[in-house]
């Protein structure tokens, strides 16, 4: 009998509870990345050692460096026109706490940004070559 008055105080207890209404919980997403995508115009520096004459040479021309988002969250492509050297035209980075990251291990580019600037510096080989960039979006 106790089970019974035990099992039917339970029953009612399960059909006093009330559901409550789902409600679907929107979740936004930020692509951080919004911030730094675009076209970014300047100077591209190219400096490098000259033996014959014991000097740092440097050449400077325009650059664009085009910061584009790639499909995968959180990488980006950094490409340049004109290219650096004949086989370096793009890089491929990861963009996380403001700052772009090269997969490259050995001799990996840098960028930064101060505000709507952007610097680049990439040391490719052990040797005295510099590539540099100065640039504004």
Do not use: W
Not at 7 to 16: E, P, V
Not at 44 to 73: A, P
Not at 86 to 96: G, I, V
Not at 108 to 116: A, C, K, L, V
Request: hydrophobic share 30%; charged share 25%.
């Amino acid at each position: 009998m106790n089970q019974l008055v035990f099992f039917l105080s339970f029953l009612m207890y399960l059909t006093s509870c009330q559901k409550d209404d789902e409600k679907t919980e929107v979740i936004e997403t930020v692509d951080y990345r919004n911030e730094i995508v675009g076209d970014y115009k300047g100077v591209y520096v190219y400096s490098s050692y000259d033996n014959n004459n014991d000097t740092l040479n440097h050449d400077t021309n325009d650059v664009v460096i085009t910061l584009k988002k790639k499909e995968h969250d959180s990488l980006v492509e950094a490409e340049f026109e004109p290219t650096l050297t004949e086989s370096k035209k793009t890089f491929n980075l990861k963009y996380r706490n403001g700052k772009l990251i090269s997969s490259i291990e050995n001799h990996p580019p840098s960028f930064s940004f101060s505000g709507d600037s952007l610097y680049f510096y990439y040391h490719p080989v052990s040797g005295p070559i510099f590539h540099r960039c100065y640039t504004i979006k």
